[in-house]
């Protein structure tokens, strides 16, 4: 850099003059560093600002190559450490307070530096770069060196920080992990060596996490072969399989914000779901510290995401983005939350100065607080950031005391000019654009975005107010610019409108007009010299269609204030004949342009380049330059020069960086010409400057008072409003504020009215005339025909409004139209999609049968056409086959050693066997439960299968898969032929029942019966081509005809009614014959049902007046219908007998039908049964080609993982090696100069032999003594804030340390300390011998302390070795058992057996599911051992059935001897019973008293007498109950207004229960848990007592069961025989 402004310099000196910066003025986007005690940093575009937090001053250090990326400083050293953003970056280190470059660091990285961190100890600096290489690297940035680097592909880390204990650990932290990176060292090498923390879940818990690479806990599947890891079902033999894990088994995890070291060397984690961690620093053990809550919870408060963390004694000091600070108290695992500072915005960065003394606190607007601890407390602002990006900056006339700059939140602040110090701030409270300073008054102009003005006061530059607002359009302001005499403001909107105000307050900033221009106006420049009374204006805007620039130039004369009413029309717009407006056109695109002062020549500059340069169009030219914003800040927003040309302030576009340049070096004619012109300028502005300031009070006045005036009206208009209505309210409160340019607008169409008022109102009165016309003519239209009534359409006036309605119409009816066909459209593409997959693909369509009486359905196998490829494949597969028999024939046939007649003759069998291979079908020389299906009752070849034990290999098992595709294929092709023979007996059926049934419609026609004919017809799931037509009588919408089609079917209706009449002629022939002969000629035998005999006429007459001839006719009359009715009971019988005929016969063949049917559904089920079990072995085979694939997987797997692991093995190997080396040769340096050391104290008295010796033992003692070094003390308030306390040495402490001694020793070397008596010379060479011995020794302590370190690192690259062989081991070790399960595999295979039903039957379904042990043998051996063993078994129940049968007499002998005991002992008791019989007194009574029976009706009158007084008395006792119930139901009706009255207060009282049982639940919620589980307790131990009961119950019934049992058996009656 140092030489990037060197050149400048030699650059500038040669043009003559030279820029430099001033101040810069930036606010913090990154962490703001300390870089000592009170100097704090930060980086803002180009620069690097340094604040003094004592004094308030400022230093800037610039970076000349491009924007300051990351920044980091070195408090021991006092260094700050920066990256500049560009292509390949580098690393620049700068001295403070000297800011000089000490080195510069050039790396590999392509694009940028991410974050940078210095090691408190030692030169180290560590950098993290970002896409692509995400590469960690440690630098010592002394020398200039990267010592070791290691890349993380696609790992963004927000956070790097060394431990301050110990610079050998390095975390790493990202919002999804947190790494610590171990730094090893052995001499001169440095290694990387990264940890990752294992961060909990998101609820803090933690995840046993399994070995992914080598599993312990999967389960064993003795059936369907080895359970492998999910890596190797997923197929993965690459690095990824290592880490693979299923969606199923990731979890959500922590995610770290912000990360802090302790001098415990632990870390502190902050989370974003709101834990706190603390990682060991040795181990990286997580331990999840727990919240202690204390007292009432914070309102309000968010504390989830902690933003930044510091450590301090006792705890960490945590902010969130709630604008607090808190205090983390920690101890143990526990930690409290104390609020210890609240920051009025959200905190974004802490910081502890280096003595702990101070506080930094940092916003995210960019604010700097401190905070100083200490007996009392203090808390102030450093820097207060604007809020926002500077939009514009201008200087306040004359431009040499003080500027001032807007931000886009409308906040305006005044700066001086010298200091760059903030003088004043004022917000308005607007979207700001732009700014500008009057040259001829102090006075700004502010635009909006909301298309106003804003003019401000700034005499007082510690207080600037706002005098005035213009509100010009509702376009926002782009440009705001004032001529140089400070005459006109020029006001560029988006819209293209340039309006021209007067700038001078005396005017109240009066608007003149405006000017349109094209929309994308770039930049607006005025040149208004003093010897003229114009001012030139021009506009530049691009045109991107051709590539080139317009540029508008115009004149605004002096006077146009006051002939501003001549120069606008009534609209506002000037016109161009009075402004002079020109347009041109230029060849390149400009990005600004200004015009010359005296000539008419204009000046182009473009942004492109970060540079500041003028040129003219023809040829360029640059008076100076200076590097102030880089193109990755998007360059340059705007640029101001002061008047008198000595300050200039730049802002950047996007790095928010305000920059103020002055020159350097400034002469030359140049000079004194722009020297000259600003004095004059100053001189001319500066008696319109002191009138114009006056005007400002004034108008300051005025506009207060007019804001009180509208205070005041607000007021009364609040009083007046508050008697009226709401309505009056909302009109009073929205008054909108109109802008200029709409006023104009409508004063204008005002002044039109007025002007054609008269006009208007003779067009009104002739539209009323005219209305009133074609009202007349709608009423006469209405009274008149409908044949002549027009339509109301017609009477529209507006014919182009009529026409444009219509053609409204006519578009949306076209574009409804056009969605209902495009809807169509898709939908019939869908539908022929579908019908092409599942229909028009298919070679046998999917239809069913169904039974015409019985409810079977039967459907047949939808198929597909076999592709070429897979006929081509079958092909091969059985060609191989055919070969393998052939060959597998020759072997026997060669073992066997047959004769060649043998031979020759079965050549000749087998030729014939091939040659009538496609009429026959061979059996399988498998069985059936071998094969495993029953694909042979299906006449299904299936010899060529190869047989289920010996699928070994994976091409077996692929042609094995093949052959069975094809048996399904076949045995459904044979199924499908039946069904299409079914389908087929089905339609002869239908045709059949047809046919009888017109017979039969045609006798229920004659019986006259109300029968209904039975008519079956195939359903849509039997021709399921039906659905794919749509019938006209499924459409429910009417059909729209078109009025052509609807002629033309009128035409055929015409013509066919004509041809009609034509072919029928004259029926005068037809007439007759109804008359005559009934339509017919000749009488049928159907007719005798329809004939009727007339009746003669003279029945209408009585029987009484009849004759005898009439009543002969009359007889004759009765024989002839008595004939006809005996025929008609006859024909009757025939056809009802014919009719039950042709149904039993419909019956009969719609059974058989059904009856085959029924055997072709079973048919059915056998097919689709040998058809899933060709699809099991299918899918068994398959399975086993996919375990074998996994297995394969696995093994490549491991064959690569074992590479790697050697590879790695290698390296250690070799590390180990070297190390092994630089020990060896390190320790010979060092015993080498451990030796010298002990040299030069043996060879002390040789080389001083020559003096005495009680001089030499002096000299010896002296020479064996060692200067004492005093150790800086640091004070006890230090101490005590400061938390990690004394540090390890770094290099250069051990300096330090190191020159300290040198010094010492000099007063060592004194001649004072020189004992008596010894010569000069001799004192001088003991002082060189002496400092020589303390140097070696140093040199052993540093050579002792390296050779430690390197054999700890030799230790552990051993203990990484022996890691990684064992790792290699385990993997040899699952090589192995893989290959053993992989063998087991092959040869265990699973095969598909036939069963029987009930063959095999098993108790209790116990399934066994382990066949180690088992084998397979032949069904003869068995069925011969079970023939053995049931004749055996036959012999065995007939010697049993011999035993039984004498076991059985032997029992009927003993149980007739227990019967006759029994019968004696009944005999015996009844006897007994006789004797002991009891005799009572009715017995006796009956037996001694004659008339027994008058005695017993006596007493049956007494009791009737007695029945008929209980009826009495129970009848006057109803009608009691009668009454009572009465008086109960009305006292009960009492009782349910009552009630109704009570459930109504009592719904109150529920209400005011339910409150105050919540209220309760909320105040005692721990009570009534109490009480509930107290409750549930008793309810408990109540049950337990209630079981225990019930249970003793339980026994004691089943004991008294038991003796009611014993006691019934006891009295069982006895069969005793008679």
Same mark, same amino acid.
């Given at each position: 850099m140092a030489q990037g402004r060197e050149r400048d310099e030699v650059h500038n000196v040669a043009l003559g003059a030279s820029l430099s910066v001033r101040w810069v003025q930036g606010f913090p986007k990154q962490n703001v560093h300390f870089v000592n005690d009170s100097t704090i940093c930060y980086p803002s575009g180009n620069f690097v600002i340094f604040i003094n937090i004592e004094t308030k001053k400022r230093t800037v250090l610039q970076c000349m190559n491009g924007i300051v990326g990351v920044v980091a400083t070195n408090i021991p050293y006092e260094v700050v450490a920066f990256s500049d953003r560009r292509l390949r970056p580098l690393i620049y280190i700068y001295n403070f307070p000297g800011l000089t470059r000490r080195t510069k660091l050039k790396g590999n990285v392509l694009l940028d530096y991410t974050l940078l961190s210095f090691s408190y100890c030692g030169t180290y600096l560590a950098s993290y770069s970002s896409l692509p290489e995400f590469e960690l690297a440690l630098w010592n940035w002394e020398s200039g060196v990267i010592l070791c680097r290691k890349s993380q592909p696609g790992v963004d880390v927000s956070q790097m920080?060394?431990?301050?204990?110990? +610079?050998?650990?390095?975390?790493?932290?990202?919002? %999804?992990?947190?790494?610590?990176?171990?730094?090893?060292? %052995?001499?001169?090498?440095?290694?990387?060596?990264?940890?990752?923390?294992?961060?909990?879940?998101?609820?803090?818990?933690?995840?046993?996490?399994?070995?992914?690479? =080598?599993?312990?806990?999967?389960?064993? @599947?003795?059936?369907?072969?080895?359970?492998?890891?999910?890596?190797?079902?997923?197929?993965?033999?690459?690095?990824?399989?290592?880490?693979?894990?299923p969606k199923d088994d990731l979890y959500s995890l922590l995610h770290p914000t912000m990360h802090c070291w302790t001098p415990t060397s632990d870390l502190y984690i902050g989370c974003e779901e709101g834990h706190l961690l603390m990682v060991n620093g040795e181990t990286l053990k997580v331990t999840v510290l727990n919240k202690i809550e204390d007292g009432s919870p914070r309102v309000e408060r968010n504390l989830i995401s902690p933003v930044t963390m510091v450590y301090q004694k006792g705890g960490v000091l945590a902010?969130?983005? *709630?604008?607090? &600070?808190?205090?983390?108290?920690?101890? @143990?695992t526990n930690y409290k939350v104390e609020d210890f500072l609240e920051v009025e915005r959200p905190v974004e960065h802490l910081m502890f100065s280096p003595s702990y003394r101070l506080l930094l606190i940092q916003t995210d607007k960019g604010s700097i607080f401190i905070y100083t601890f200490g007996e009392e407390p203090t808390f102030e602002k450093v820097l207060e950031a604007c809020d926002g990006k500077f939009q514009a900056t201008d200087f306040i006339t004359p431009g040499n005391e003080f500027c001032m700059t807007l931000t886009q939140s409308g906040e305006v602040c005044v700066w001086g000019i010298e200091d760059g110090a903030c003088v004043s701030r004022v917000y308005l409270n607007i979207q700001a654009t732009v700014l500008a300073c009057s040259p001829s008054s102090l006075s700004a102009a502010v635009g909006t975005e909301d298309g106003r003005v804003h003019f401000l006061d700034v005499r007082d530059v510690e207080s600037p107010h706002e005098v005035h607002k213009a509100f010009l359009s509702e376009s926002p302001v782009q440009h705001l610019l004032y001529d140089q005499r400070g005459m006109y403001v020029l006001v560029g909107t988006s819209e293209g409108h340039i309006f021209v105000i007067n700038a001078k307050p005396s005017s109240l900033f009066e608007i003149l007009g405006f000017i349109e221009m094209g929309k994308g106006i770039l930049q607006i420049s005025t040149v208004s010299p003093l010897e003229t009374d114009i001012v030139e204006v021009m506009v530049l805007s691009p045109l991107p269609e051709t590539r080139r620039s317009r540029l508008e130039i115009f004149s605004l004369p002096k006077i146009l204030p006051e002939v501003s009413a001549n120069f606008a029309d009534e609209r506002g717009r000037l016109r161009d004949e009075f402004i002079h407006k020109f347009v041109y056109e230029t060849e390149h695109t400009l990005s600004s342009a200004v015009l010359n002062l005296y000539s008419n020549r204009i000046y182009g500059f473009c942004n492109q380049v970060p540079y500041i340069c003028s040129y003219l169009l023809p040829e360029k030219e640059a008076f100076t330059r200076c590097r102030s914003h880089s193109h990755q800040g998007r360059g340059i927003q705007s640029v101001r020069i002061s008047m008198d040309g000595q300050s200039i302030l730049v802002n950047g576009r996007d790095d928010n960086t305000l920059v103020n340049l002055r020159w350097r070096r400034f002469g030359g004619i140049l000079a004194n010409d722009i020297l000259e012109y600003s004095q004059q300028l100053t001189t001319y502005l500066k008696t319109i400057m002191d009138e114009e300031n006056d005007y400002l009070s004034i108008a300051r006045r005025e506009s207060l008072d007019l804001e009180s005036e509208s205070e005041h009206a607000v007021t009364e208009n609040m009083q007046l409003s508050t008697d009226s209505s709401q309505e009056e309210l909302v009109k009073v409160g929205n008054i909108e504020e109109i802008p200029w340019i709409q006023q104009k607008s409508q004063e204008a169409i005002k002044n039109e009215v007025k002007l054609f008022s008269n006009k208007r109102k003779e067009i009104k009165r002739g539209i009323k005339a005219l209305a009133k016309t074609v009202l007349g003519m709608m009423e006469e239209n209405e009274a008149v025909d409908d044949i002549a009534k027009l339509e109301q359409q017609e009477f529209g006036l507006d014919l182009e409004e009529l026409e444009r309605l219509r053609n409204e119409n006519e578009q949306e009816v076209e574009k409804i139209r056009k969605d209902v066909e495009m809807q169509n459209l898709a939908k019939r593409y869908l539908a022929e999609i579908i019908k092409e997959e599942c229909w028009n693909s298919m070679a046998v369509k999917g239809r069913a049968l169904k039974c015409f009486h019985i409810p079977y359905v039967v459907e047949n196998f939808p198929m597909k056409e076999r592709t070429d490829e897979e006929l081509k494949e079958l092909k091969r597969v059985l060609q191989q086959k055919k070969i393998e028999t052939?060959?597998?024939?020759?072997?026997?046939?060669?073992? !066997?050693?047959?004769?060649?007649?043998?031979? &020759?003759?079965?050549?000749? $069998? /087998?030729?014939? $066997?091939?040659?009538?291979?496609?009429?026959?079908?061979? @059996?399988?020389?498998?069985?059936?439960?071998?094969?495993?299906?029953?694909?042979?009752?299906?006449? &299904?070849?299936?010899s060529l299968l190869s047989s289920q034990l010996e699928l070994h290999s994976r091409e077996e098992k692929i042609n094995q898969i093949i052959l069975l595709k094809d048996i399904i294929y076949k045995v459904k092709t044979a199924f499908n032929s039946e069904f299409d023979a079914a389908y087929k007996q089905k339609e002869i059926e239908i045709a059949r029942v047809k046919e009888k049934n017109v017979r039969i419609k045609e006798i229920i026609l004659d019986l006259q019966l109300e029968e209904s004919v039975w008519q079956p017809e195939f359903e849509d799931c039997e021709k399921p081509e039906r659905t794919l037509v749509v019938e006209s009588s499924e459409i429910s919408a009417q059909r729209h005809i078109k009025p052509w089609q609807k002629a033309k079917t009128d035409l055929l209706v015409t013509r066919e009614m004509e041809r009609l009449l034509l072919t029928r002629g004259p029926d005068s022939r037809r007439r007759a014959l109804m008359d005559m002969m009934g339509g017919v000629l000749e009488v049928k035998k159907e007719d005798i049902l329809r004939m009727v005999i007339p009746q003669p006429p003279f029945m209408v007459k009585p029987d009484?007046?009849?004759?005898?001839?009439?009543?002969?006719?009359?007889?004759?009359? !009765?024989?002839?219908?008595?004939?006809?009715? $005996?025929?008609?009971?006859?024909?009757?019988?025939?056809?009802?007998? $014919?009719?039950?005929?042709?149904?039993?016969?419909?019956?009969?063949?719609?059974?058989?039908? *059904?009856?085959?049917?029924?055997?072709? =559904?079973?048919?059915r089920v056998k097919a689709e049964m040998v058809v899933n079990q060709e699809e099991l072995k299918i899918n068994n085979l398959i399975f086993s080609l996919l375990l074998d694939e996994e297995i394969s997987s696995r093994e490549t797997f491991l064959n690569n993982y074992l590479a790697r692991k050697q590879e790695e093995r290698n390296q250690t190997t070799e590390a180990i090696r070297k190390s092994r080396e630089d020990l060896d040769t390190y320790k010979e340096h060092y015993d080498n100069l451990l030796a010298e050391d002990k040299v030069l104290d043996r060879s002390f008295k040789k080389e001083f032999s020559e003096i005495p010796s009680h001089q030499v033992d002096i000299l010896y003692k002296l020479f064996k003594r060692r200067p004492r070094i005093h150790k800086h003390k640091i004070h006890a308030e230090t101490t005590s804030l400061v938390p990690f306390g004394e540090r390890p040495g770094s290099g250069k402490l051990n300096k330090d340390a190191f020159a300290q001694l040198m010094k010492a020793m000099d007063d060592l070397d004194s001649t004072n300390n020189m004992p008596e008596g010894l010569d000069t010379s001799v004192w001088e060479h003991f002082c060189m011998t002496r400092r020589a011995k303390v140097e070696n020794e140093q040199k052993v302590k540093q050579k002792a302390a390296g050779l430690i370190e390197m054999v700890a690192f030799l230790r552990r690259r051993t203990e990484d070795d022996e890691k990684v062989q064992h790792e290699i081991e385990k993997v040899f070790h699952e090589l192995i058992l893989l290959q053993e399960e992989k063998v087991k595999f092959q040869l265990n295979l699973t095969i598909q057996i036939l069963l029987k039903q009930g063959q095999v039957e098993l108790e209790n379904f116990q399934l066994m599911l382990d066949y180690s042990d088992a084998i397979l043998i032949n069904k003869i051996i068995i069925?011969?051992?079970?023939?053995?063993?049931?004749?055996?078994?036959?012999?065995? &129940?007939?010697?049993? #059935? /011999?035993?039984?049968?004498?076991?059985?007499?032997?029992?009927?002998?003993? +149980?007739?001897?227990?019967?006759?005991? #029994? !019968?004696? /002992? *009944?005999?015996?008791?009844k006897a007994w019973d006789i004797q002991m019989l009891f005799f009572s007194r009715d017995r006796q009574k009956y037996l001694n008293e004659p008339n027994y029976e008058t005695l017993i009706a006596i007493q049956i009158g007494i009791m009737e007498q007695t029945i008929a007084v209980l009826d009495k008395t129970h009848k006057k006792n109803v009608e009691n109950c009668k009454k009572l119930l009465k008086k109960l139901r009305r006292y009960s009706n009492q009782k349910d207004i009552a009630n109704y009255t009570l459930s109504c207060n009592l719904r109150e009282e529920l209400v005011a229960v339910s409150e105050r049982k919540d209220i309760c639940n909320a105040m005692g919620s721990k009570l009534t848990c109490e009480k509930i589980s107290k409750e549930r307790y008793e309810n408990m131990m109540r049950q337990q007592k209630l079981t225990k009961i019930s249970k003793q119950q339980a026994d004691q019934i089943s004991i008294l069961q038991a003796e009611v049992e014993r006691l019934r058996m006891k009295t069982f009656p006895a069969l005793v025989q008679m």
């Open positions: 920080t060394f431990n301050p204990m110990n +610079w050998r650990q390095l975390c790493l932290s990202s919002p %999804s992990a947190v790494t610590v990176w171990a730094i090893e060292r %052995s001499n001169q090498e440095h290694y990387l060596k990264a940890k990752s923390v294992k961060l909990p879940l998101e609820d803090g818990s933690f995840f046993n996490e399994t070995d992914v690479i =080598f599993p312990q806990s999967l389960p064993k @599947d003795p059936i369907y072969g080895p359970v492998l890891p999910v890596s190797a079902i997923a197929g993965l033999v690459g690095e990824e399989a290592e880490t693979f894990r902010s969130g983005i *709630d604008g607090f &600070v808190y205090s983390l108290l920690i101890k @143990d052939e060959c597998l024939k020759l072997r026997k046939e060669i073992v !066997e050693v047959q004769s060649a007649i043998t031979l &020759v003759k079965k050549h000749h $069998e /087998e030729e014939d $066997e091939e040659e009538e291979e496609d009429g026959t079908v061979k @059996d399988t020389s498998l069985p059936n439960y071998m094969l495993g299906s029953l694909s042979t009752d299906f006449r &299904v070849h299936a009484a007046l009849w004759s005898e001839e009439e009543r002969k006719l009359f007889k004759e009359y !009765e024989k002839k219908v008595k004939e006809l009715n $005996e025929e008609r009971d006859k024909y009757r019988k025939s056809l009802e007998t $014919e009719m039950k005929k042709l149904q039993n016969s419909i019956q009969e063949g719609t059974q058989n039908f *059904d009856e085959h049917l029924k055997r072709l =559904f079973e048919r069925e011969d051992l079970n023939s053995v063993i049931r004749t055996q078994g036959q012999k065995k &129940v007939a010697s049993m #059935m /011999e035993s039984k049968e004498v076991h059985k007499g032997i029992f009927q002998i003993e +149980w007739e001897h227990k019967k006759m005991e #029994m !019968e004696m /002992e *009944d005999l015996n008791q």
